[in-house]
């Protein structure tokens, strides 16, 4: 249910979106280097999952890494690939990445978790944990809160997570928190970003959306 109200949500506000929030120039400078210093020694392909307009795959794929765009919104697919035509991107969700156990050796996923309901966040990360080759690395940015609540986005409902909580989450899917990132702005919502990595090990058991 929550991935219908969500791609139905961004479908229908796509171009709008993309026009106010899909370019570098609209991303915050701090949050351009942890994503680039991250990505410096990556080696092996790479997904920016929940990649929406694309930006931040092209943001990738110029500083040399193997990145691909996915996303569940078939507009920003068809906007993506107008915009940033050497990029390569495709349809998928993120609970069917579409692609082979331990296919990737990272992956992006910079506040596409945000609409997420608490229940549903657990069978996502582990199809990151089964994309992610052993030692491999996720970037997860989210919003940060004392508590896990929903809180009325401006295209619909997401979740505010603790880093604690978020960690356990990713512990438990087969991960290792590596490093985290915090970022407060005044006048708005508290931003953090996990890089986490897949523990060593059989990847976890897929289970559909």
């Known amino acids: 249910m929550t991935g219908n109200v969500v791609l139905d949500a961004y479908a229908g506000r796509a171009e709008e979106y993309t026009a106010l929030l899909g370019s570098m120039a609209n991303t915050h400078e701090s949050d351009q280097r942890f994503v680039a210093q991250w990505a410096r020694d990556l080696r092996g392909a790479v997904i ?23 996303d569940h919104v078939q507009a920003f697919i068809v906007q993506a690939r107008k915009r940033f035509p050497t990029v390569p991107f495709r349809v998928a969700s993120l609970c069917d990445l579409e692609v082979p156990d331990g296919h990737a050796a990272a992956i992006l996923a910079w506040y596409s978790v945000i609409h997420l309901a608490p229940n549903d966040l657990p069978t996502v990360l582990r199809e990151f944990a089964r994309c992610i080759a052993p030692g491999g690395s996720l970037l997860l940015g989210f919003f940060e809160g004392d508590t896990v609540e929903p809180f009325p986005h401006a295209v619909t409902t997401a979740y505010f997570w603790p880093i604690g909580e978020m960690s356990t989450q990713l512990e438990a899917a087969g991960f290792h928190v590596h490093a985290v990132n915090t970022r407060t702005d005044p006048g708005k919502r508290s931003h953090a970003a996990i890089i986490a990595h897949r523990i060593d090990g059989s990847a976890p058991s897929e289970v559909p959306c």
Request: hydrophobic share 30%; with cysteine; charged share 30%.
């Open 48 to 70: 920016d999952a929940g990649c929406g307009p694309g930006h931040w795959t092209d943001f990738l794929k110029k500083r040399g890494v193997d990145a691909e765009g996915i």
